[in-house]
């Protein structure tokens, strides 16, 4: 059983800021890659980013390709979402999500365990 929990959620300007984390407990599995997936009112869950068990591999929506940036520490089992140039379409809740392969992917159904989501909302 592995629990993700996400926090750094919260209001920010269009132009703004924001930085998401993610800590998984539990029973991890070895090298195991880490991604972002949003879901706003009346859309599908869509990915953002992923990345990888030695964070050499990123992958990121072209919505947020240049904005956003994932980052890993596996000492402290979190995953991280800078987020800059926040844009009014941003505005969902943000969920981390554990791979149990080594390599991340941009399908949710690849994925095997989720966090509840932390809301981010954008002021225009």
């Known amino acids: 059983q592995v629990q993700l929990v996400e926090s750094g959620g919260g209001m920010a300007q269009a132009g703004g800021s924001l930085r998401l984390s993610c800590v998984a407990s539990g029973r991890t599995f070895s090298r195991y890659a880490m991604g972002w997936f949003r879901q706003a009112p009346g859309k599908e869950r869509e990915f953002v980013a992923g990345?990888?068990?030695?964070?050499?591999?990123?992958l990121y929506a072209d919505s947020v390709k240049g904005r956003f940036t994932i980052s890993r520490d596996n000492a402290k089992d979190t995953v991280y979402l800078q987020m800059n140039s926040l844009k009014p379409e941003d505005a969902a809740v943000y969920y981390c999500?554990?791979?149990?392969?080594?390599?991340?992917?941009?399908?949710?159904?690849?994925?095997?365990?989720w966090g509840q989501g932390t809301q981010v909302t954008v002021s225009s």
């Open positions: 990345i990888s068990w030695s964070a050499l591999t990123t």
């Open positions: 999500a554990v791979r149990i392969l080594e390599l991340p992917s941009t399908g949710r159904y690849d994925y095997n365990y």
